[in-house]
């Protein structure tokens, strides 16, 4: 089956700092990537997201590319900000699939301090 | 604007109750879906429908159940049934089933806890 695996949080820094999200998947088909992200008290945005191999999925400073060999999909941005503290969730969507179900990682929180 | 609206935001249920949680959307989106968050935990998927009068049992459909009788409506019952319903409930939507990778717009989620 499919599944995603998100490194463990919470993962705190200073503003500024250089974040990196680590996200690996196991898949049956060729699935396409996301990153979504939740505020407190809300539910989920999209961030960004790739479709197929080396694409290269950006947003608001943030980036992931799709790596096949590596099987990961992992989330950085060079400089954060307080605003971007939230839970950062990898997600995918096997085209091979009934339906368009995304399989969820576990989140990642990030706390980002003035 | 559109998007998708869930009511409540809090409820609560009590003892062998069935509490119904209410997911409109006026995006015109076909698809339809119930994810149930835990703390630390990633979503799970319940119930997903691709079109109206039509909808398929996801991850972990035990205790629940569904009914897309409308194309803007998607209301979840959590019936007693459910041992542990205390969670974060989140609904999405998304333009089709046809489009593989197409994003999802999540609702604000409504917060069920047990009495």
């Known amino acids: 089956g499919n599944s995603v695996t998100q490194m463990e949080g919470p993962v705190t820094l200073s503003e500024e700092a250089f974040l990196t999200i680590n996200c690996t998947y196991t898949?049956?088909?060729?699935?396409?990537l996301f990153w979504y992200v939740q505020y407190p008290g809300e539910g989920l945005q999209l961030l960004l997201k790739?479709?197929?191999?080396?694409d290269k999925g950006s947003n608001k400073g943030f980036e992931a590319t799709y790596r096949k060999e590596t099987t990961s999909f992992h989330l950085e941005k060079g400089s954060v900000q307080v605003s971007d503290s939230a839970v950062y969730f990898c997600?995918?969507?096997?085209?091979?699939?009934?339906?368009?179900?995304?399989?969820f990682g576990g989140g990642t929180r990030v706390l980002v301090k003035p | 604007d559109g998007g998708i609206t869930q009511s409540p935001k809090y409820l609560f249920r009590k003892e062998g109750q069935n509490v119904t949680l209410s997911c409109e959307q006026n995006?015109?989106?076909?698809?339809m879906y119930w994810y149930r968050q835990d703390p630390g935990q990633g979503l799970r998927l319940i119930y997903y429908?691709?079109?109206?009068?039509?909808?398929q049992k996801g991850d972990i459909a035990e205790g629940y159940s569904v009914s897309r009788e409308k194309k803007e409506s998607f209301p979840l019952t959590v019936t007693s049934a459910q041992k542990n319903p205390t969670a974060f409930y989140l609904c999405?939507?998304?333009?089709?089933?046809?489009?593989?990778?197409?994003?999802?717009?999540f609702g604000s989620g409504t917060q069920l806890s047990v009495l």
């Open positions: 999405a939507s998304s333009m089709g089933p046809r489009e593989r990778g197409e994003k999802l717009f």
């Open positions: 898949a049956t088909g060729y699935p396409s």
């Open positions: 790739a479709t197929k191999a080396d």
């Open positions: 997600a995918l969507s096997d085209r091979q699939a009934a339906g368009n179900k995304l399989t």
């Open positions: 995006l015109n989106h076909d698809a």
């Open positions: 429908s691709q079109i109206v009068n039509d909808f």
